[in-house]
């Protein structure tokens, strides 16, 4: 029991990983119509620029 726990644990968090990559890399390629409101981004997220 505690074996399959640890394997759904392990998998759900490489689903949330590369759940959260996308979300950046989306965020990250997108810009807001008010600059204002533009949220800061980590200094390591310019690596996933496609632009």
Not at 1 to 28: D, E, H, I, Q, Y
């Amino acid at each position: 029991m505690k074996r399959n726990l640890m394997k759904l644990s392990t998998r759900m968090g490489k689903v949330f990983a590369a759940l959260a990559l996308l979300v950046t890399v989306s965020n990250v390629n997108s810009t807001c119509m008010f600059i204002t409101h533009q949220p800061e981004l980590p200094a390591d997220s310019k690596k996933l620029r496609k632009f």
